[in-house]
């Protein structure tokens, strides 16, 4: 099993800054991947960005050039850096790790934009 440990959700005007925070514990062994994903209100859960163990980043077109990832297995966390947060940031946030070709979640954290 995974355990996570979210935090840095909230509420702030658009234009601002909020950086989330996962840790992560448990049964590691053989991560290969770990991110954030969100789900908006009436939409399906999706990618967010996502950073390999060889240190390949990958992020949603939408907020590609706001936000930044960082994080690896070394240190057990990854970290989401949010720039010029739009009202359509407005989601669920959950911290994301894939170990041994399974893919776990954590409980999400809230994220509203909006004036």
């Known amino acids: 099993q995974v355990q996570f440990v979210e935090s840095g959700g909230g509420s702030v005007p658009p234009g601002e800054f909020l950086k989330l925070s996962c840790e992560v514990s448990?049964?590691?062994?053989?991560?290969?991947?770990m991110g954030w994903y969100r789900r908006a209100p009436g939409n399906q859960r999706e990618l967010v960005a996502t950073?390999?163990?060889?240190?390949?980043?990958n992020y949603a077109a939408s907020v590609r050039g706001r936000f930044t990832l960082s994080g690896s297995e070394f240190v057990k966390a990854v970290f989401l850096y949010m720039n010029s947060l739009k009202p359509e940031d407005t989601a669920v946030y959950y911290c994301?790790?894939?170990?041994?070709?399974?893919?776990?979640w954590g409980q999400g954290t809230q994220v509203t934009v909006s004036p």
């Open positions: 950073i390999t163990k060889g240190g390949h980043t």
């Open positions: 994301y790790v894939r170990v041994e070709d399974v893919d776990y």
């Open positions: 448990g049964r590691l062994s053989g991560m290969s991947a």
